[in-house]
């Protein structure tokens, strides 16, 4: 089993599955239960340690920040900090937005209809086309960065969101076409398309009649994972922007770099661009495992 | 023969699109890339260039700095790798049972693979701050105040490589364990109980269970995730440069040396780096990727 054939058995279900029980009385002691336990909490510490600093950082005055007091609560707690990075932030959250909901949407649909035409319309040859989008999931996007501007120039696209928007749902297409390929191969049995195919169906037909109704679980992974790494990216961004029409990583590296940097105001910073995708992950997060299992392989 | 074509042409109709799109954005620009990585085209301007071979990649071979971004990229991806499946593994393995407040656990372990790798750096820089003493900040503030002053360092601002290069790596474990840490508890859970009950059943102990049953069957999972994680850890790029800051030789990986070629304007020398990071992750991915398709096409 592959990572794409992982994809094909949901990673959700798999996960939400009952943990096997042993009917032979189990060789794990009370003692080794509590250890269990301390080790998975000492293990939490660890990964929400960052949290904790970031969050009481970002409420404290510039004062408060320290090096003794810095793991300890704020002596006043501040709003400040938020406020300098949201108003820094904002126009460019702005964009973000604009540029993860239509690149998200778009790839999505080209994806779905892609991988129907894989899974369940094959052609001769299906295979070969298959492997040639699948390899371009793993480039390096350093090397078509380069050309690619230089193409964007020659075709007069806009800098700033329009480029991104172009560039995201191209690169994109792979990894949506891989999800939807492994979903329609799991999720729609061939009898049906066969049998709509007796019926005189067309490829439009069938896949606006059958497809499309049974596909919300796969627009929910692949919308999921294309509004999280749109918004996360940064190698486009810095490549094809400037600072002043870039998405919100290029605006959080400048409100944290720099001689004199403001800690609190970047760590409000640092929040306040990782809660759209929070937000997506909290709210969603059953798919959004389901969706790195499936889009295992784009980095 | 027009029947054929009847069936499949509207399949291959939709993923024509698709098809010009990567080929041009995709193999097209890797061979504009490789095509300027053989010109002598060490400026901005366009126009014609005249070729020169392999000398751009002799130059490098030949640089110091470049040899030191390929042991930084090495030691980076050995470190990376061996601490991400460590502790995705042991994680799945204290949760892969049923613990109470699993739910919890699994989402605190995968919540850092939602966020930016710029908005992960901001926070790391903080965290590894290199001060120690009194003026110690960030973590070695932390290992102060719990009495472990001996595990103070100046993390990737001294020491050897390996040092440095680990400090890199540990921001970017703590990301992605809990990724790894899904992959393996979808496997463990896939596996059929039965087959654990047999092999209570032949009397096999805990440990034999897991090294003679339950391995086995997670390795083609292993190397999913050795992929992924090789994968990225090759084309590494934000984490860095939130972190370090783009020019700075201690950290510099390809990706970076890239980046910072390129703010020189020196083209050629820019896409002879990407193409030598193209041929590293090829290296990894081709057979894998050649592999899943046949795999596939068995099916």
Known sequence: MSATAAAEQPASKALRAKPPRSSIADGSTRLSRTVRYLILLLFLLFVLMPVYVVIITSFKTSADTSAAEQWSLPSTWTLEPWQKAWDILQPYLVRSLSLAVPGAIIASLLGSANGFVLARWRFPGANLVFAFILFGMFIPYQAVMLPLRTTFQTLNITQGVPTLLVAHVIYGIPICTLIFRNYYATVVPNEIIESARVDGAGLVQTYLRIILPVSISGFVVTLIWQFTSIWNDFLFALFLTQQSNGPVTLGLAALSGGQKVDYAASMAGALITSFPTLFVYILLGRWFIGGLMAGALKG | ?299
């Open chain 2, 1 to 299: 023969m027009h029947g054929r074509i009847r069936t499949w042409g509207p399949g291959a109709l939709v993923l024509l699109p698709t098809v010009l799109l990567l080929g041009y954005f995709v193999y097209g620009l890797i061979g504009w890339s490789v095509n300027t990585s053989l010109t002598g085209r060490h400026t901005a301007r366009r126009g014609p260039a005249e070729y020169v071979g392999f000398d751009n990649y002799v130059n490098l071979f030949g640089e110091d700095r470049f040899l030191n971004s390929l042991k930084n990229l090495g030691v980076l991806t050995v470190v990376f790798i061996l601490g991400t499946l460590v502790f995705g593994l042991i994680w799945a393995l204290l949760l892969e049972k049923g613990v109470t407040g699993e739910g919890i656990f699994r989402s605190v372990f995968l919540f850092p693979m939602a966020i930016s790798m710029i908005a992960s750096g901001v926070v790391w820089g903080w965290l590894l701050n290199p001060s120690q003493g009194d003026e110690a900040r960030g973590l070695n503030r932390l290992f102060g105040i719990a009495n472990l002053d001996f595990l103070q360092n100046a993390w990737w601002t001294g020491g050897s490589r390996w040092t440095t290069m680990a400090s890199i790596a540990l921001p970017a474990i703590w990301q992605l364990s809990g990724y790894i840490m899904a992959l393996f508890l979808a496997g463990f859970r896939g596996i059929p109980g039965e087959l654990r009950e047999a092999a209570r059943v032949d009397g096999a102990s805990e440990f034999k269970l897991y090294r003679h049953v339950l391995f086995p069957q997670l390795s083609p999972i292993a190397l999913s995730a050795l992929i992924i994680l090789g994968h990225m850890s090759l084309k590494l790029f934000d984490l860095i440069y939130a972190i370090t800051g783009p020019n700075q030789f201690r950290t510099e990986v390809p990706s970076v040396y890239m980046w910072n070629t390129l703010l020189r304007s020196d083209m050629a020398k820019a896409a002879a780096i990407s193409i030598v990071l193209l041929v590293v992750v090829a290296i990894l991915v081709v057979p894998y990727v050649a592999y899943t398709v046949k795999q596939e096409s068995e099916e």
